[in-house]
C-alpha cells in the first residue's frame, strides 16, 4: 500500500470508513465480523481508520478500539468530537465546549483502549463556541499527550484559517467525490496553501458511485438514504449518467466503477485520503485495487469534460441533516 501525508501525519493512501459498521445503513453488521474485516485491512497495509463517538452512539469506537487494539502501534485512528449526545443515545445538537472537548478526549481514548488519538476532529463547526477555544482544547489535549493531530470536518475557509493560527490543523474531512465536488472551489486551494491534508468521506457516493445500485434499489427501513434527496428514485435514475461515465472509463482501465471514483480522487491531489467504507471484504479488496488504477492527464480530461456536461440531481442531504447531521 502506497503511503501519503496529512500535514505530516502519514497514512495509507486509502484509508477505512468504519461508521457503517456500526450505524446507518440498515441492519448492523455481525461484531465479529467487522473485527476480522479492520484486522483483514491492516493486513492488507491500510493504516487509518476513521470512526467517532456519534456512530452507533459510541459502538464503533468500541469495535475499532477492540479490532485494533493488537495493532495499535502500526495504525491510526481518527475520532471525532463535537455533538451532544442524550443518555438513550440520540444525538441532539452540536456541542464543542472546551470541557466537553475534553470529556469526549477521556470516553473516547478509554473506548478505543488506547492513550492517545492519532487525529481528532471537530465533527461540526458549534456556532457558540469560538473556533479559537476549539482549537485551544485541542491544544491543551496534544499538550498532555492524550491527542497527536487536531483535525476539522465540513469547516469553511475562514473557519480553517482561524483554528489553523491556534493550534495547526493536520487534516480536514468533507465530503468529495464526483458527484460532490464544491470542495475544489475554495476549500482545496486553501488547503494547499496552509499545508493542511483533506481526508474525503463518501468517495463512493454512499454506494451509488459503485454501479451496484439503481432506480429500482431498495433500502432498509432504518438505512438513512431513505431520507436523503439524492437518493429518491428519480435523482438516482437522473444520476445514472455518472455511474455510466465511471463504467466507460472502467472497461478502459480494465477496472470497476469504484476503482475509478477512488482514482480519480487520489489523482486530484498528492495530500487528499479517502476513506471509503465498506462491511465487506471482497469490497475492501476492490477498494484497495484502486490505488494501482492509473489514470493519465488525458483520462482525467476526459472524465472532467464528461462530469462537466452531468447535472447532479438532488440534495447530498435535507435542510434539517445538513444542520445537525455527523453523517
Not at 471484504?281 to 476492490?286: A, D, F, G, P, V
Request: aromatic share 6%.
Amino acid at each position: 500500500m502506497q503511503k501519503r501525508k496529512l500535514g505530516n501525519l502519514e497514512v495509507s493512501a486509502l484509508g477505512l470508513g468504519c461508521m457503517g459498521m456500526s450505524a446507518a445503513y440498515g441492519k448492523v453488521p455481525d461484531k465479529q465480523e467487522m473485527i476480522s474485516l479492520l484486522r483483514a485491512a491492516v493486513e492488507r497495509g491500510v493504516t487509518f481508520f476513521d470512526t467517532a463517538e456519534v456512530y452507533g452512539p459510541f459502538a464503533n469506537e468500541e469495535l475499532v478500539g477492540e479490532a485494533l487494539a493488537p495493532v495499535r502501534d502500526r495504525v491510526v485512528i481518527a475520532t471525532k468530537f463535537g455533538f451532544k449526545i442524550s443518555s438513550e443515545g440520540q444525538q441532539i445538537g452540536v456541542d464543542s465546549r472546551p470541557e466537553h472537548i475534553k470529556e469526549v478526549a477521556e470516553a473516547s481514548l478509554k473506548r478505543l483502549k488506547t492513550d492517545r488519538i492519532d487525529l481528532f476532529y471537530q465533527h461540526r463547526v458549534d456556532t457558540d463556541v469560538p473556533i479559537e477555544d476549539v482549537a485551544g482544547a485541542v491544544k491543551e489535549l496534544i499538550q498532555a499527550g492524550k491527542v497527536k493531530h487536531f483535525g476539522l470536518s465540513e469547516a469553511g475557509v475562514q473557519t480553517i484559517r482561524r483554528a489553523h493560527a491556534v493550534q495547526p490543523v493536520t487534516a480536514l474531512q468533507n465530503e468529495y467525490s464526483l458527484w460532490w465536488r464544491r470542495p475544489e472551489e475554495e476549500v482545496l486551494p486553501a488547503l494547499e496553501e496552509l499545508g493542511i491534508g483533506f481526508v474525503s468521506y463518501s468517495p463512493l457516493g454512499r454506494g451509488f458511485l459503485t454501479g451496484k445500485m439503481d432506480e429500482n434499489t431498495t433500502f432498509e427501513s432504518n438505512d438513512f438514504r431513505n431520507t436523503i434527496p439524492r437518493f429518491t428514485a428519480e435523482a438516482r435514475k437522473a444520476n445514472q449518467a455518472v455511474v455510466d461515465l465511471l463504467r466507460r472509463i472502467a472497461e478502459q482501465k480494465n477496472a470497476t466503477p469504484a476503482q475509478i471514483a477512488l482514482a480519480w480522487l487520489l489523482a486530484q491531489k498528492p495530500w487528499i485520503v479517502p476513506i471509503p467504507g465498506t462491511t465487506k471484504l471482497q469490497r475492501l479488496e476492490e477498494n484497495i485495487g484502486a490505488v494501482d488504477v492509473e489514470l493519465t492527464a488525458g483520462d482525467l480530461r476526459e472524465i472532467d469534460q464528461a462530469a462537466s456536461q452531468i447535472s447532479i440531481q438532488g440534495a447530498r442531504y435535507t435542510e434539517d441533516m445538513e444542520r445537525r447531521t455527523g453523517l
